[in-house]
T-cell receptor, first 113, second 116 residues
């Protein structure tokens, strides 16, 4: 069964710290991997999408990497701010015929001023 | 920029009642989806529609029906609500098919449904 695991489930850091969120997946035949942000009481917002042929994607203070051989993706947040507090989810699309999204449960991030 | 709009935002139902969740997108997307999100279970796909006039079952379709009314609108109906359907429901859309071939997915802000 294809699975996506996010560790830790929750993280609390002081403002200004650089941090890494982890996402592990079991299907090495990955098509792409996406990172999303979810604020309390809100929907999900797409942050970064990494195609299987790519190693990383960057947007502002966010950098996402993809290592297919180890089945891992990381989301790096530089100089964290209280406004970064949210739940971060990753989702993988397998490269098989049934290219469905497999979701992780998310990491709840709190950045303290 | 409305994006994906879903209504209602909150609803309390009694067991056995029926209701319809409405969703509309203004991005001219072909594909639309209904997810439910539950603590410890993550996001699970209920139904999706790859194009106007087509719908397909996702992971947890039992107890639900959908209608792709036109390209903009995709509704989710609970015919006889059960307490197990208490959840947060999200509508989403993307330009590509369900393969999500690299296309960004846009989500609505959610509908909180409680069945008592």
């Amino acid at each position: 069964k294809q699975e996506v695991t996010q560790i830790p489930a929750a993280l609390s850091v002081p403002e200004g710290e650089n941090l890494v969120l982890n996402c592990s997946f079991t299907d090495s035949a990955i098509y792409n991997l996406q990172w999303f942000r979810q604020d309390p009481g809100k929907g999900l917002t797409s942050l970064l999408l990494i195609q299987s042929s790519q190693r990383e994607q960057t947007s502002g203070r966010l950098n996402a990497s993809l290592d297919k051989s180890s089945g891992r993706s990381t989301l790096y947040i530089a100089a964290s701010q209280p406004g970064d507090s949210a739940t971060y989810l990753c989702a993988q699309i397998g490269a098989g015929n049934n290219r469905k999204l497999i979701w992780g449960l998310g990491t709840s991030l709190a950045v303290n001023p | 920029n409305a994006g994906v709009t879903q209504t209602p935002k909150f609803q309390v139902l009694k067991t056995g009642q029926s209701m319809t969740l409405q969703c509309a997108q203004d991005m001219n997307h072909n594909s639309m989806y209904w997810y439910r999100q539950d603590p410890g279970m993550g996001l699970r796909l209920i139904y999706y529609s790859a194009s106007e006039g087509t719908t397909d079952k996702g992971e947890v379709p039992n107890g639900y029906n959908v209608s792709r009314l036109n390209k903009r609108e995709f509704s989710l109906r609970l015919e006889s609500a059960a307490p197990s359907q208490t959840s947060v429901y999200f509508c989403a859309s993307s330009s590509g098919g369900y393969s999500h071939s690299g296309n960004t997915i846009y989500f609505g802000e959610g509908s909180w449904l409680t069945v008592v």
